[in-house]
C-alpha cells in the first residue's frame, strides 16, 4: 500500500510519496552516483543492456534492486503504487517490476516526458512480473507519478498495457485504477477512448485505498497552489484519518490517534498506515522541483513511519 501525490506549482513542482510495505522490512536510503552505460544491466529479474544512469536518491527495500520513490539530478521524481487489474500478475513470468521501472525512469529520463518514455518503453520490451513482496510471495502491477518542475503524467499499468495522463495542476494516486478515459498516451492494445477503469478487477478491493486518495485529494484542494509547501505535505503523510496534522507551522495541533484494525470496508486505513499485521508505512519522500534552474533541489525523508519521524 501507499500514497503518492503532486502539484505543480508556479514556483515549481511539490511531490510526496509515503511508502507503505511489510513490518518487517526495511528500506535503505541511498545517494547512487552517475554511471557510464555499457554492459549488461541486471534489475531485479530481468537483464537488459546498460544505458548509464544519472545520479540519483531514492528509497530502495533492502532485498530489492528498484527504488519505491526517488529524485534524479535533472528534478524529476517518481513514484509508485500496488494496483489490481484483470489479468494476474501471479501467472506473468518474471520480468520487470514496478519499483524497477521507477529506478530505470530516473537512472534514463531528464524530464518527466523522458522518464515516460522509458518506461512506458521498457515495458513494451519487457512486461512485468515477479514477486514484488518477498514476505507474501505477492506479485503486482503499478501506477506512477512521474514528475519534473514543469509538468507531471500519471501512469497506470497491467502488464505490458498502459495508459498515461498528463497533470494539469495536482494530481493523487493511491492502491487502485484511477484514471478513466482522460488518457492521452496509450500502448497500442488500448483502443482509442477505452475506458481505463474496465482494465480494473471486479473483485479487486478499493475501499482501503479510497479512504486515501480522497485524503490525498482534499489536502491538495485544501491549499491554494502558490500556498503549498513542504511542511503541509509533510502534515499530510501524518494523517492517521482524522486530517493533517505535525506541520512546523501549527506547534499546538493534537496529534491524531492511531487507526484501528484494518476491515475490508476501509475502516482504519489511513494515509500514515501501521496496522499490526498488515502493513506500515516504512519511507516516506516530500521533493521540491524549483523550476528555477538556479534554485536548490531540495528533498526530505522520513525513514520508517512519519508520524514518529523527522523529515
Keep these: 500500500m501507499c500514497d503518492t501525490l503532486c502539484a505543480i506549482r508556479p514556483a515549481g513542482t511539490l511531490f510526496a510519496k509515503n511508502s507503505d510495505r511489510p513490518s518487517t522490512e526495511a528500506q535503505l536510503i541511498e545517494a ?16 537488459m543492456p546498460d544505458a548509464g544512469a544519472y545520479a540519483l536518491s531514492g528509497s530502495r527495500p533492502d532485498w530489492l534492486w528498484g527504488l519505491e520513490h526517488g529524485v534524479n539530478e535533472h528534478r524529476v521524481a517518481i513514484g509508485n503504487e500496488k494496483t489490481w487489474t484483470t489479468l494476474d500478475p501471479a501467472k506473468e513470468p518474471e520480468a520487470l517490476i514496478g519499483m524497477d ?17 522509458v518506461m512506458t518503453s521498457l515495458l513494451a520490451e519487457h512486461g512485468q512480473g515477479g514477486v514484488c513482496d ?10 506512477f507519478i512521474i514528475a519534473d518542475p514543469k509538468a507531471a503524467w500519471v501512469l497506470e499499468t497491467s502488464g505490458r498495457s498502459w495508459v498515461a495522463a498528463p497533470v494539469s495542476e495536482t494530481a493523487a494516486i493511491s492502491n487502485r485504477l484511477t484514471l478513466r478515459t ?12 477505452t475506458d481505463w477503469d474496465s482494465f480494473r478487477h471486479p473483485d479487486a478491493p478499493t475501499a482501503h485505498a479510497d479512504v486515501r486518495l480522497a485524503a490525498s485529494r482534499a489536502c491538495l484542494a485544501a491549499t491554494p497552489l502558490a500556498d503549498l509547501t513542504p511542511a503541509r505535505l509533510a502534515a499530510h503523510l501524518r494523517d492517521h484519518g482524522e486530517g493533517p496534522w505535525g506541520a512546523p507551522d501549527e506547534p499546538d495541533a493534537a496529534s491524531s490517534a492511531l487507526p484501528g484494525e484494518y476491515r475490508p470496508d ?3 486505513v489511513s494515509v500514515c498506515m501501521h496496522i499490526r499485521g498488515f502493513q506500515n508505512t516504512t519511507a516516506s519522500i516530500i521533493a521540491d522541483l524549483p523550476a528555477d534552474p538556479g534554485a536548490p533541489l531540495r528533498a526530505w525523508v522520513a525513514p520508517g513511519n512519519p508520524c514518529v519521524s523527522v523529515f
Excluded at 521507477?102 to 534514463?108: F, S
Excluded at 518477498?134 to 501506477?143: D, K
Excluded at 482522460?182 to 492494445?189: K, L, V
Aim: proline letters at 5%.
Design 101 to 117: 521501472l521507477v529506478r530505470l525512469g530516473l537512472e534514463r529520463g531528464a524530464t518527466a516526458d523522458e522518464a515516460l518514455d
Design 32 to 47: 547512487l552516483p552517475p554511471r557510464s552505460g555499457g554492459g549488461t544491466l541486471r534489475a531485479e529479474y530481468a537483464e
Design 266 to 268: 476501509g475502516a482504519g
Design 182 to 193: 482522460e488518457w492521452t498516451r496509450s500502448s497500442p492494445d488500448v483502443a482509442a477512448g
Design 134 to 143: 518477498r514476505t507474501t510471495g505477492e506479485s503486482y502491477f503499478s501506477s
